[in-house]
């Protein structure tokens, strides 16, 4: 009997109607249009997919909003990929970039965009999938899909879930909704033992349990095959290097002044976070400006000397791998919406740098707490800590010692989660 709470059912009696109303605004709407515009066809397409398929495999529906929290469900799928190459896995997203960036995922029978959240939809395309298990990686609870999914006998797995202070889980108006939503879930696996706790504690959902975040899985393994970057190496051999990765242009504001007033500067490897032609030509202006001679990756040669230039990354694809190089990583995006991706350097044992925007990123303010991170407020800051680590090899040693061994002692969530789907398989 799933338990439904008036705002739950609120949801599902309203939803036809907000639905039609905002295909009705769409063409008023560019990220509406688009939105129903590539969910046009996608049943259509996904029919054809499913039922080429045999039945008997396991079904192993993953659903994530985009390209972050898919990440966190990759080493899951390629563990259970390598046990179980018969097992039959779909992976919907909600976001344009999760979809592009992964539509031709090899280990996908089909991937596909989430359909608009209505009844009709739901039955459509639970009809199709037939999953045995849905897995939903982090958060994007969409009612009508998880209540067909749950009445049509879907296992369902919430996973890598965290209840982070202030989120809307915790609102007056929402929590009985949250409640309900949350009690659809056969399982929830968290990132930490307090998620676990707030999940019991004050929604009464005695199936949590702390199994940690997959993403430090994922940046381990990853960890272990640099050969993309193999042909840089020579160059940054026995040097110190600061990698500066994810890079907006407010970081470059700091970063690029810092870095020139240090007495003896590393060599420095420069990755934007975005390598359209626009951004790179303002990027190639501004260190013009200020005197600082480059090369790009795209056109390097052996008379590129780090000593004399910086490299620029004007290629996407490989910025887990150039941390490999590093002496001490600085993450972009601290001074924007929030921190990138903080882990991809911590696994190499290095100091990590980041501005004061990282309360979204659980793993950043825990690197920061522990003395794995450094968090820099402004060029002065930045300056400061650069050329403390850069003098000081026991400190840089020491905060890069304690980031490594956070990052191991945090993974080992997707041999639990994988676990708990192989039991599901073998009842079946």
């Known amino acids: 009997m799933v338990m439904k709470s008036p705002a739950l059912y609120f949801y599902t009696t309203l939803s036809p109607v907000v639905l039609a109303a905002a295909r009705l605004f769409s063409p008023f709407h560019r990220r509406l249009r688009s939105f129903f515009l590539l969910r046009r066809d996608g049943l259509k397409d996904l029919e054809k997919k499913s039922g080429a398929l045999p039945v008997e495999p396991f079904r192993l529906w993953v659903h ?63 009809s199709l999938l037939k999953p045995d298990l849905l897995l939903l990686m982090r958060y994007d609870f969409w009612p009508n899909h998880l209540l067909e999914a749950k009445k049509q006998g879907t296992t369902l797995v919430l996973a890598a879930a965290v209840l982070q202070e202030g989120s809307p889980y915790f609102k007056p108006l929402l929590k009985g909704f949250y409640r309900s939503i949350f009690h659809l879930f056969n399982k929830i696996y968290t990132v930490s033992a307090s998620d676990s706790r707030a999940f019991r504690d004050l929604f009464d959902c005695q199936q949590a349990e702390r199994a940690g975040d997959p993403r430090f899985d994922q940046v381990s393994l990853r960890s272990q095959n640099t050969a993309k970057i193999s042909h840089l190496r020579p160059f940054f051999e026995n040097r110190t290097v600061l990698v500066a990765g994810s890079v907006w242009d407010r970081d470059e504001m700091l970063l690029l002044p810092a870095w020139q007033g240090l007495e003896r500067p590393p060599a420095l490897i420069l990755v934007p976070h975005e390598v359209n032609p626009a951004n790179m030509e303002r990027l190639y202006n501004n260190l013009q400006s200020r005197s600082i001679p480059f090369t790009q990756v795209s056109k390097l040669n052996g008379n590129f000397n780090p000593e004399r230039e910086i490299l620029v990354i004007d290629q996407s694809g490989y910025l887990a791998e150039l941390y490999s190089l590093a002496s001490i990583a600085y993450v972009g995006g601290g001074f924007g919406v929030n921190v990138h991706n903080t882990l991809e350097p911590a696994v190499y044992g290095i100091p990590v740098l980041f501005g004061p925007r990282h309360h979204n990123s659980p793993e950043a303010e825990e690197l920061a707490r522990r003395g794995g991170a450094r968090v820099v407020y402004d060029q002065t800051t930045l300056g400061a800590t650069l050329k403390t680590l850069l003098k000081n090899s026991r400190e840089r040693e020491e905060c890069g010692r304690i980031a490594g061994a956070f990052v191991r002692e945090m993974s080992g969530a997707t041999a639990v989660i994988a676990g708990y789907i192989e039991q599901q398989m073998a009842r079946d």
Not at 83 to 110: E, Q, T, V, W
């Open 64 to 126: 994530a909003a985009s390209v972050g929290e898919f990440e966190q469900a990759r080493p899951i799928i390629a563990a259970l990929k390598a046990k179980h190459p018969d097992i039959a896995i779909f992976i919907s997203f909600l976001s344009d970039s999760g979809y592009n960036a992964r539509k031709n995922f090899a280990d996908a029978a089909a991937v596909f965009y989430l359909p608009s959240d209505s009844r009709a939809n739901a039955s459509k395309l639970l």
